[in-house]
């Protein structure tokens, strides 16, 4: 079973640049949920997509977007860049949401640094 | 609102010692879950446990244990015979089922533990 997978695993851009995070998901979830974490904090919740669609959004700006494709993996997009955005983008895949939890499996997560 | 606090940033101890982390959390929801994740340096979050509301037996698996306590609003992981490859972040997690079918998770700011050889 492939676990969750990230690219690129380290990113350095100037503020004002755009960036594209990628994730696949672990076989058989349909789920992926993306997280952002600040140097010594736990991860905050951007958003959610599920069979496509964003399914939930954390309180973040339009500027943090998304995609998720027919097989499941998902990208995020990140436009003009701030220095605050410097942090690590943790990708989390799961079974279908509902009415259950089901538990979140993370990626190796996307450390991006803005300069 | 949703708040989960780990108000010990760091712990270091002794291998073969016993360690608490405390997790309170904070829901206006009578249906919620409770998760413990394990970030090792490497940075992947791994999942270790998951309680619900209504299920407030503890568990037991292997070293670790967990003691959810409703009346106090608390849900506190205990390592038994620390060892060195336990040393990590770890983080308290909660969900409720009231914020539509995401399930998100909200994190604490996470414990730092340390197990000294």
């Known amino acids: 079973e492939t676990g969750v997978t990230q690219s690129p695993t380290h990113l350095i851009k100037t503020r004002g640049q755009q960036v594209t995070l990628r994730c696949s998901s672990q076989?058989?979830?349909?789920?992926v949920s993306w997280y952002q974490q600040a140097l010594g904090q736990g991860p905050q919740f951007i958003f959610q997509y599920y069979r496509e669609e964003e399914n939930g959004r954390g309180n973040f700006p339009p500027r943090f977007s998304g995609l998720q494709f027919p097989n499941y993996s998902s990208e995020l997009n990140v436009n003009a860049l701030e220095l605050d955005d410097s942090a690590l983008y943790l990708c989390a895949s799961s079974r279908a949401s509902g009415s259950f939890p089901y538990e979140q499996y993370f990626g190796p997560g996307t450390r991006l640094t803005v300069t | 609102a949703q708040k989960v606090t780990q108000a010990q940033t760091e712990i270091s101890v002794v291998e073969k010692e016993d360690v608490t982390l405390d997790c309170v959390y904070e829901t206006r929801d009578t249906t919620y879950y409770l998760f413990w994740y394990k970030q090792p340096p490497s940075g992947e979050l791994v999942f270790l446990i998951r309680?619900?509301?209504?299920?407030?037996q503890n568990e037991i698996s292997g070293r670790y244990s967990w003691n959810f306590q409703k009346s106090t609003s608390s849900f506190n992981f205990t390592i038994t015979a620390s060892q060195v490859v336990d040393s990590a972040v770890y983080f308290c997690?909660?969900?409720?089922?009231?914020?539509?079918?995401?399930?998100?998770?909200?994190f604490g700011k996470g414990t730092l533990l340390t197990v000294n050889p």
């Open positions: 997690a909660l969900s409720e089922a009231s914020g539509g079918s995401n399930y998100k998770l909200t």
């Open positions: 076989s058989g979830h349909n789920t």
């Open positions: 309680r619900n509301s209504f299920d407030e």
